[in-house]
């Protein structure tokens, strides 16, 4: 298949709740909708999902937009595609920049299953086609209003919590939590906010029986984490670190966690993601799916990547509604009776609301094949 049109829709959702975490407020969610279209009039949807500010990663969405425009669809033109795993060969005389390669590289794969006539399931090991889903709690400095908060979170259903804490902001609410919900599987996610001194307050959480406490130190450290996972029962996991395949390895024969949150797009995309899934499997590593507050298309993605049965945990799936009044497909998704539901249709399985991008998007045109040559 070729690719003959490139576009894309600059889109801001407004969150339902502002999402606070160590990094600071999240009121909005900034991304690109990105649509490739090739020689048969076919489409394949992705998102592009870097944040505003360079706190998660270094990329951000406007550097990505760069990065995309004038370094990797360049590399795309006037290429027959065979299949998507091509997409990561020609893509690696850019270094880096993970979250710009995942867009177009999912939204290729969206394309080629839905030209094959399959779902985009079809395409990974025994899936499910009812996924139990976690939540994904932000900073909350009033414990009863997150306790309330937890409540209705289970009582609609998850089956799991992650709680972001930070300093000042750890043992209390978490100690909280455990008293009012004793068999809840819980966790907690500190994006980086401590250092290795932190080590004999960390140890405390010991005590809550947590699942697994994500990301307690900087983004580029394997060290630390080693140390702080050769002292606690409860297993690190780790996210911001985990950009490819090798970074998983070294994590793993270093010792530095137990548990790896994966994302598709800070890994480039799903070529890369499934090799890590692999691996984590081969290893008996904890491998499970978080999240990136994707809306449609980026959460379809997300709930047929979870259908794996070699990601068992719970991962950050929530319905749509958790986070956004409006969203850009047809039927966004649901919680029901505690699972959500994999789409079912070609390739990811949902239908774009036009009138929805119409209103909400900018529309940009980033490639067109010229058909004069």
């Known amino acids: 298949m070729r690719l003959t049109k490139i576009e894309s829709y600059c889109l801001r959702l407004p969150l339902v709740t502002p999402f606070e975490t160590s990094y600071g407020t999240l009121t909005t969610k900034a991304f690109d909708l ?127 919590v992650k709680l ?80 490819s395949l090798k970074d998983c390895q070294l994590a793993d024969q270093l010792g530095s966690c137990r548990s790896i949150n994966l994302k598709i797009s800070r890994v480039g995309g799903l070529t890369e993601a499934l090799k890590i899934v692999d691996y984590c499997q081969q290893q008996q590593l904890m491998v499970w799916l978080g999240g ?7 959460r379809a993605l997300n709930l047929h990547f979870a259908s794996q049965e070699a990601l068992a945990f719970p991962g950050d799936l929530s319905a749509s509604e958790r986070y956004f009044h409006e969203d850009i497909i047809t039927s966004p998704f649901s919680l029901v009776d505690g699972f959500m539901t994999v789409p079912t249709g070609l390739g990811l399985g949902i239908t774009l609301d036009w009138a929805q991008l119409n209103k909400l998007g900018r529309y940009r045109l980033l490639y067109q094949e010229n058909r004069h040559q």
């Open 34 to 160: 990105i649509i490739v279209t090739d020689e048969l009039g076919n489409q394949g949807y992705g998102e592009l999902l870097p944040f505003e500010q360079p706190d998660y990663l270094e990329e951000t969405l406007a550097t990505a937009r760069i990065i995309l425009t004038d370094h990797l669809l360049p590399l795309l033109t006037d290429r027959l595609i065979e299949h998507p795993q091509k997409i990561n060969d020609w893509f690696l005389p850019v270094r880096g920049n993970q979250m710009a390669k995942a867009s177009i590289e999912t939204a290729i794969w969206d394309l080629y299953a839905k030209r094959q006539g399959k779902s985009i399931s079809h395409y990974f090991k025994k899936t499910r086609l009812q996924l139990p889903v976690g939540i994904s709690l932000g900073v909350e400095t009033n414990l009863n209003k997150l306790v309330t908060t937890v409540e209705q979170a289970v009582a609609k259903g998850y089956q799991r």
């Open 292 to 298: 990136m507050f994707e809306a449609g298309v980026g």
């Open 164 to 243: 972001k804490i930070k300093p000042g902001y750890d043992i209390e609410p978490v100690k909280r939590l455990r008293q009012q919900f004793p068999q809840l599987p819980l966790m907690v996610d500190a994006n980086s906010a401590y250092q290795v001194t932190d080590i004999p307050h960390l140890k405390k959480l010991d005590a809550y029986q947590l699942a697994m406490i994500e990301q307690p130190f900087a983004v580029n450290d394997l060290l630390d984490h080693r140390h702080l996972q050769q002292q606690l029962a409860t297993p690190i996991c780790l996210d911001e670190n985990i950009r």
